[in-house]
């Protein structure tokens, strides 16, 4: 499928920090799929959808909440009745700035390329969502009234998955903080699920169900924090930082990375290390 490119520049005047929307999708089956240089994020105010990329098509239903990150070829179709949805364009620039203010937003904006984050809200959620939308539709397109509308709805997100990690069953928990050590989850997935003594299918679905993840997700993530320290702290080469995590295969290591971070490995050593052990 075709793929045409979307840029903020083109959206936000200058001065727009987000544009606001509110759209009837079309049921015709899309003939590209798009990418962008900005955030996005959008609900199903009512009826169903098909979110289309590359690799996935993910069906939504009213009161779906999505988060999409830069660089992710994609597409929306209607299905059956009439379906409304809300949608955010966000400024890119404002975005990582709140993440490098409340790391507690990067799960819901990852990096360039990453899966569409997908969160469901119930009625009650939904009203309070669609009160404020309202304002935030009525407000000046600024940075302060984009951080009125968002902090307090990341700050609800990340409560309830804070509830459900403390929900889970102590085996997993206990699991989970040997996972930290680097000999563990150099294993990947099987390495988690061992530590666990259950059944993989057991393990995947109880994960599923306490924190949205897959054992893989919640296994490469600890990978990529910690390849992301070895190449802010040391002078480790790419190749050994991958292979101490158990990845062999250095192109899947670079795409797991750029999807975490939004750069690659060397770009991002690069950033970080830049002007510390000799600034000029």
């Known amino acids: 499928m075709l793929t045409t490119s979307l840029r903020q520049a083109d959206i936000l005047s200058k001065g727009e920090d987000y544009h606001f929307s509110r759209s009837v999708l079309s049921r015709t089956r899309p003939k590209a799929l798009h990418d962008q240089d900005y955030y996005e ?15 996935t098509r993910m069906a939504l239903s009213e009161g779906d909440l999505v988060f999409i990150s830069p660089g992710l070829p994609h597409a929306l179709q209607g299905q059956g009745e009439e379906s409304h949805i809300v949608n955010l364009i966000l400024r890119r620039r404002r975005v990582r700035e709140l993440v490098d203010r409340f790391p507690e937003v990067s799960p819901y904006f990852p990096g360039a390329g990453s899966i569409p984050v997908q969160v469901r809200r119930d009625i009650r959620q939904m009203a309070q969502l669609s009160t404020a939308a309202k304002t935030l539709e009525a407000s000046p397109r600024t940075a302060l009234f984009l951080e009125a509308f968002l902090l307090p709805l990341i700050a ?18 206990e699991a989970l903080v040997r996972l930290e050590d680097p000999s563990v989850f150099r294993d990947g997935a099987a390495g988690l699920v061992a530590q666990c003594g259950k059944a993989h299918a057991h393990v995947a ?4 169900s306490c924190l949205g993840q897959t054992p893989s997700d919640y296994v490469n993530k600890l990978r990529m924090d910690y390849a992301a320290r070895r190449l802010k702290g040391t002078p480790d080469s790419l190749s050994e930082i991958a292979t101490d ?13 750029r999807a975490r971070f939004g750069m690659t490995p060397r770009q991002y050593r690069v950033k970080h290390q830049k002007g510390v052990v000799q600034p000029v």
């Open 41 to 55: 994020l959008f609900w199903l105010h009512n009826g169903r959808a098909r979110l289309v990329t590359e690799a």
């Open 205 to 208: 679905r109880t994960m599923q």
């Open 245 to 257: 995590i158990g990845l062999q295969n250095m192109s899947h290591f670079h795409r797991l990375f």
């Open 156 to 173: 609800g997100l990340a409560l309830e998955a804070r509830e459900k990690t403390e929900a889970m069953p102590l085996w997993l928990s």
